[in-house]
Every structure is written in C-alpha cells, then in structure tokens.
C-alpha cells in the first residue's frame, strides 16, 4: 500500500513542483486559450490564459506512476487511453493555438482517432479474456452484447472523452470532479486489495495497481488545481479534459463496472445531457430550455459565481460517486 501513497505524494510534488516554470513557459509561447465569442461575455477576461495544462497532469503522474508500478496490463492500459486521448487532445488545442481561433480538430477525426484508442482496449480487453457481457446491479441483470460489445466500449470512451470535455468550462470545476470520480475509482480497488490481500493472487496485485496509477492521476491533478483554483492561472484544454475522460473509461472497462461510469461520472453525463437537450430543443420546437449550454454556462447566466459553480457541482459529484461506490460495494465487491 506504501507505493500507492508514493505514486499520489510524488505526482503531487512533481505537478506543484515544477508547475510555476510550465506555466511560464506556456506564457512566453503564447500557448493562450482562446474564447468562443458565443460564450458568457465574463470570459473573455480568460482570453490568453495558458492552455494545454494537462501535459502538467500527464507528465506528473506518468513519472510518478511508473517507478513504483508492478506493470500490470490493466493499469498500463488505464495510462495508456489518458495518455492517448490527452495526444488527441493536445492536437486540438495546438491547432487552436496555431490558428489563433476556438475550433480546434474537426469532430469527425476525434471520433476516428478515439476509434482507435477503443480498438488497442478491445485487443487488451480481448487478451485479458475480459467478458463481453455487461453486468446491470440493482436489477442484478446481465446483458450478453458478443460483438456488439466493440461498439459498446467505442460508446463508453467516446462518451467520457467528450463529457468531460464539456465540463471543462469553469475554473476548477473539471479538475474538482475528475479528482472525486479519479479517488472513488481508487478506493474501490484499495478496498477489493485490502480485503482480499491475504490471499495472494496475480488478481490482487492488478487491484493494487490499478490503485497506484488512481492515486498517481489524483496527485498530478490536485496539483494542477492549486494553479487552476478560481482565478485560473492555467487552463488544462482538451489535452487535459480528454485525458481525465480516457481514464475513468479505462478504469470502468478494466474493472468490468461499465455501468457505475454513469454514477462515478455523473457530472460529465448532466453536462452532456444538457447538450443534447438544449439542441433537440431548439431544433424541434425552436426554444432554448436552459439559458446557456453546458449546464454550468446556465448557472453563471443566471449570475452565479464560477467559485459556486464549481464547489456546488463538486458536492454533486461527491454525493454521486458516494452512492456508485455503494452500488460496488453491494452489487460487484467479492461477488464478480
């Protein structure tokens, strides 16, 4: 257990450590985030704050995770899709950067590279005789999707991937909820580890592994919070939201707990929801039914503070990832 509180106190001072000068560095490149004129009008202050910070998150936790890692196939590949989709979120932020505009990466070739992602996870989740089946807990239902279940992890990356994404719009905020989703993930496999640690297994040493790369990302990201706190110093762009979306879907696709994603990631679904809502809204009935979209834009339209926002949808996520991981420890802890 001792390298998993090495994994998060080392990321944790890798990430603080080194954190002012990348900042700096970001600064004199004029690596500056540039604000969609359709956005609240309040942020355009944020104009030029440096962008790509989560190459601080990744670089943090990777040097922190790696040392003390039993290299594990399931915690590699959890590394593996953050590292992936925050590649694939760095090229949109440099071709924002490049551009000087908000539109990065055309939509299609971000869902073909994450194609591409989801297919090294499905030849590792294939190798490691990962079932195809998806368990449903409280109703206790199986669901045999056979090769349907390919379609079903693009689904669940791709979906974190861009929830997160969109969450990524207050200062804090992601960062906040990515850091709860990221600990509940964790203690799960701390808990399963702890309980069954008399029994040694290959099993027991994949739970603590996944547990060390959790407590690596968690460490990398609270230190880039101490610089992305309200008033941001630095923003984590796509590079970071995708990487934090790529995690928490490799977590749940490793751990065979797909479902639980709606409940550890409860926020980045709300998010996404209101997406979707306010343009079938639109569409059909040529009404707005939230002020702005995402859901936090609506709050600050509503002339809420980005520091309500954030702690308020914090506690959200909080009291959501509290409730999945009753739902694991009822319905998935010592059973699958």
Request: proline fraction near 3%; charged fraction near 15%.
């Given at each position: 257990?001792?390298?998993?509180?090495?994994?998060?106190?080392?990321?944790?001072?890798?990430?603080?450590?080194?954190?002012?000068?990348?900042?700096?560095?970001?600064?004199?490149?004029?690596?500056?985030?540039?604000?969609?004129?359709?956005?609240?009008?309040?942020?355009?202050?944020?104009?030029?704050?440096?962008?790509?910070?989560?190459?601080?998150?990744?670089?943090?936790?990777?040097?922190?995770?790696?040392?003390?890692?039993?290299?594990?196939?399931?915690?590699?590949?959890?590394?593996?899709?953050?590292?992936?989709?925050?590649?694939?979120?760095?090229?949109?932020?440099?071709?924002?950067?490049?551009?000087?505009?908000?539109?990065?990466?055309?939509?299609?070739?971000?869902?073909?590279?994450?194609?591409?992602?989801?297919?090294?996870?499905?030849?590792?989740?294939?190798?490691?005789?990962?079932?195809?089946?998806?368990?449903?807990?409280?109703?206790?239902?199986?669901?045999?999707?056979?090769?349907?279940?390919?379609?079903?992890?693009?689904?669940?990356?791709?979906?974190?991937?861009?929830?997160?994404?969109?969450?990524?719009?207050?200062?804090?905020?992601?960062?906040?909820?990515?850091?709860?989703?990221?600990?509940?993930?964790?203690?799960?496999?701390?808990?399963?580890?702890?309980?069954?640690?008399?029994?040694?297994?290959?099993?027991?040493?994949?739970?603590l592994d996944l547990a060390i790369v959790g407590a690596a990302l968690i460490g990398a990201a609270v230190g880039f919070l101490w610089?992305?706190?309200?008033?941001?110093?630095?923003?984590?762009?796509?590079?970071?939201?995708?990487?934090?979306?790529?995690?928490?879907?490799?977590?749940?696709?490793?751990?065979?707990?797909?479902?639980?994603?709606?409940?550890?990631?409860?926020?980045?679904?709300?998010?996404?929801?209101?997406?979707?809502?306010?343009?079938?809204?639109?569409?059909?009935?040529?009404?707005?039914?939230?002020?702005?979209?995402?859901?936090?834009?609506?709050?600050?339209?509503?002339?809420?503070?980005?520091?309500?926002?954030?702690?308020?949808?914090?506690?959200?996520?909080?009291?959501?990832?509290?409730?999945?991981?009753?739902?694991?420890?009822?319905?998935?802890?010592?059973?699958?």
């Open positions: 257990m001792i390298r998993v509180v090495i994994a998060a106190a080392v990321a944790l001072a890798i990430s603080i450590g080194i954190g002012p000068r990348f900042i700096e560095f970001l600064r004199r490149h004029e690596f500056g985030q540039h604000i969609r004129e359709e956005g609240p009008r309040h942020h355009i202050a944020k104009q030029g704050t440096p962008t790509v910070g989560g190459l601080l998150i990744l670089f943090a936790a990777t040097v922190a995770f790696l040392p003390v890692s039993h290299f594990r196939l399931q915690s590699l590949t959890v590394l593996f899709t953050a590292l992936a989709c925050g590649a694939i979120g760095f090229l949109d932020d440099f071709i924002k950067v490049t551009n000087k505009r908000s539109l990065g990466l055309p939509g299609r070739w971000k869902l073909l590279l994450l194609a591409l992602v989801t297919a090294v996870v499905a030849i590792v989740a294939r190798h490691l005789h990962l079932s195809t089946d998806v368990y449903i807990p409280v109703i206790d239902v199986t669901v045999p999707l056979s090769y349907a279940w390919y379609g079903f992890l693009f689904f669940v990356i791709a979906g974190a991937a861009n929830g997160t994404n969109l969450a990524d719009g207050v200062d804090g905020l992601l960062a906040g909820t990515g850091i709860i989703a990221l600990f509940t993930f964790m203690a799960m496999n701390v808990v399963s580890y702890v309980r069954s640690s008399n029994i040694p297994s290959h099993r027991n040493l994949t739970k610089f992305n706190a309200f008033p941001a110093e630095v923003q984590m762009g796509d590079t970071g939201s995708m990487a934090f979306g790529g995690a928490l879907a490799a977590f749940a696709i490793m751990m065979k707990v797909e479902v639980l994603l709606l409940l550890l990631g409860g926020i980045f679904v709300i998010e996404a929801l209101s997406v979707m809502i306010q343009v079938f809204s639109f569409k059909r009935f040529g009404r707005r039914v939230f002020l702005m979209a995402p859901i936090h834009h609506h709050f600050e339209m509503k002339a809420w503070s980005e520091t309500k926002i954030t702690v308020r949808f914090w506690i959200i996520a909080g009291l959501l990832c509290a409730l999945g991981f009753a739902v694991y420890y009822r319905y998935y802890f010592g059973q699958r």
